[in-house]
């Protein structure tokens, strides 16, 4: 029998120590109770981290649709899959059942067919968070096509690199979206884009605010009126387990976005699997996510792991401060959600806000919160707690990151007893590793180093998409035989592990992970920028906020320097999009350089830190003399 929803720490335990002393039974037992298949698998994990390669239940045949929606249709047709809350709260929630979402699905695959979708093309979604967002994902599941959800926050260019990079076939958009008070003109974004994406042949359109778009003849096909006279009937292809499933990019710390490649079989049972169990989800529950579809908490944790469990996920449109503050409880109360996942910068930014907000709703029916994306710190933990939680549901921590597909370390809520700031225990499977600078494991307890896996879990990412050598130097040359994260990790006294951050040039700025040479590459695009360095630091509410250096060229010298701030982060608005817009901007005569010519981040660091009392030997560098100048204005 196997352990699909574990009940106590003791049985927590067991079925962890299971997984590790014989992973192959165990992941073999959980897919084969818990899914179905059109074919068993002929080996469940075939693995090698030096090429490297991993296999999950290879020769299995499945689709995952059939898994989260035709399955259902026995016992759960008339339960709501998707209850979609809009933006503005005027509007009315939709209730869409697993009949209807099963329905809407097989008529999108269908367009998609008819548009000439074959198994294995690419697809690129830019939609807003409405229920087409979740037709299209998973019809292109359906379908046996790769589907690339880019975030609606995106901007032109960015999308336009998303697209080119996996040569997407098709752009699925809407005419507008709504953010607060405002909205966005998302298929002019697709318009501009599409001037520099030879691949795309069709656009489809779905409308949402009504706007005034352009459409370009042949190329561009409103989506309803080709949902409306398509059939309700689709065969769901065959697909094997290893087939890729999707591409999500992710931020590397050097170049170009990755395209974390995630196949069929594995993300399916790991994503199912962690979902149910950490956040205890229970047949009438109503589960809210507040991510976006566009990031990977959005694939596994509003679409693939819900539906698979037959739970009621709620896709929501809006943003926390509209009409007000008090959002987020009044769907809480309105839907009566059970569990409730969002990320720490949300929590911060409304607990600025005050108590006042939640008091006013019900919340009692809340049994679980989470908190993904970064680190929460203490003080914002402790409101979830007392003023959402009313120290009655426990929060569960938990960490993972696109390349994971799900949840690596967390608590299990009612079963492992919570520390702030901390995520506490691998979950089934996960083999954790602390790592020192000389790629050597620290073992024992209250230590700190960082952050490996030792051993495939079924939802890692195979591969980045046209680039398996980057694979394999971002995540497996670090540390030999071992999947690097990237984050520095403790352990305490009692095995806990709380994330520290990031310990390459990855900063998380709101919840959002940006890379500092992407908007390196975005600032150096302005006419009048020679050199730029991005830096972290601390921020109230974001978490992190970006702080660049940037030197000017003799044209920009007699320049209005406010002027130029404004210029520089329209650059990177037009280039990756708002997310990535730089807090502090410092011009400066010039960079601290080590004598190869590498800046010196960690001393600009540390500025941005207010630490440049303790900058360390600075005397090897090529310039030490601009250091006191660059102190001495700090902003
Ligand atoms: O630094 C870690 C941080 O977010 C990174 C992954 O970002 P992304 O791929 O965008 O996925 C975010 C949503 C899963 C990680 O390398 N991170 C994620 N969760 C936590 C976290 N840091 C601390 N605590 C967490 N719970």
Request: hydrophobic share 35%; aromatic share 10%.
């Amino acid at each position: 029998m196997s352990n699909y929803h574990i009940k106590h720490l003791e049985e927590y335990f067991q079925v962890y120590n299971k997984s590790v002393n014989d992973p192959e039974t165990f992941w073999g037992e959980i897919a084969e109770e818990n899914f179905i298949w059109h074919k068993k698998w002929d080996k469940v994990l075939q693995w090698d981290f030096t090429k490297p390669e991993v296999k999950w239940f290879e020769g299995a045949k499945l689709n995952i649709t059939e898994n989260c929606l035709d399955r259902h249709l026995i016992t759960r047709a008339d339960k709501t899959a998707i209850l979609f809350e809009p933006n503005d709260p005027k509007e009315g929630a939709q209730h869409i059942s697993y009949r209807t979402l099963h329905e809407r699905v097989c008529r999108m695959a269908n367009v998609l067919k008819e548009q000439g979708v074959e198994k294995g093309d690419r697809i690129c979604i830019y939609l807003p968070m409405i229920p087409e967002l979740v037709f299209t994902v998973l019809a292109c599941a359906r379908v046996g096509a790769v589907h690339s959800v880019v975030f609606a926050g995106f901007s032109s260019t960015a999308l336009a690199t998303r697209i080119n990079d996996c040569d997407c076939k098709m752009v699925i958009t809407s005419d507008g979206s709504y953010r607060g008070k405002k909205t966005i003109d998302l298929k002019g974004i697709v318009d501009e884009a599409l001037k520099d994406c030879p691949t795309v042949n069709t656009v489809l359109v779905a409308k949402r605010i009504k706007s005034d778009i352009t459409m370009v003849a042949n190329r561009d096909h409103w989506l309803q009126p080709l949902m409306d006279a398509a059939s309700t009937n689709h065969k769901a292809e065959i697909m094997d387990a290893e087939d890729p499933l999707f591409i999500l990019y992710t931020s590397g710390s050097t170049g170009s976005p990755k395209g974390m490649l995630h196949t069929t079989a594995g993300y399916m049972v790991y994503s199912s699997y962690t979902f149910k169990n950490v956040f205890n989800y229970q047949e009438n529950d109503v589960y809210w996510c507040s991510a976006d579809v566009g990031w990977i908490t959005g694939h596994s944790y509003i679409i693939y792991g819900p539906l698979a469990n037959g739970a009621t996920s709620i896709l929501f449109e809006g943003v926390p401060s509209y009409p007000d503050y008090g959002r987020f409880w009044e769907v809480v109360e309105k839907h009566g959600v059970n569990q409730f996942y969002t990320a720490p910068t949300a929590i911060r930014a409304l607990a600025k806000e005050g108590s006042a907000f939640p008091e006013k709703y019900n919340l009692s029916s809340l049994k679980v919160l989470g908190t993904v994306g970064e680190p929460i710190n203490e003080e914002a933990w402790h409101w979830y707690d007392d003023h959402v939680g009313r120290n009655n549901s426990p929060i569960v921590d938990t960490y993972f990151q696109t390349e994971n597909g799900g949840i690596m370390l967390t608590p299990l809520p009612y079963i492992t007893p919570t520390k702030p700031t901390f995520a506490t225990l691998p979950f089934i499977g996960i083999q954790p590793a602390l790592m020192d600078e000389n790629g050597k494991e620290i073992k024992g307890n209250q230590v700190s180093g960082r952050l490996c896996i030792k051993f495939p879990w079924p939802s890692i990412a195979r591969t980045i998409w046209g680039n398996h050598q980057r694979y394999k130097e971002t995540y497996f040359t670090a540390f030999k035989n071992k999947y690097f994260t990237g984050d520095g990790a403790l352990r305490d006294e009692s095995g806990y592990y709380r994330i520290t951050g990031r310990v390459d040039d990855v900063i998380i700025v709101s919840g959002h992970n940006l890379g500092t040479a992407p908007i390196e590459d975005a600032i150096n695009e302005h006419p009048d920028v020679a050199e730029s360095a991005i830096v972290g630091y601390p921020h109230d509410i974001k978490g992190n906020a970006l702080y660049g250096y940037i030197t000017l060229k003799a044209s920009g010298k007699s320049r209005d320097e406010d002027t130029l701030r404004k210029e520089i982060n329209q650059t990177i608005t037009e280039h990756i999009g708002p997310i990535a817009k730089l807090d502090k901007i410092q011009f400066s005569d010039g960079l601290p350089k080590t004598r190869s010519g590498k800046i010196m981040r960690r001393i600009l660091r540390k500025i941005a830190h207010n630490e440049s009392d303790n900058l360390g030997d600075i005397s090897t560098l090529l310039n030490p003399e601009v250091v006191q100048s660059v102190i001495d204005n700090a902003l």
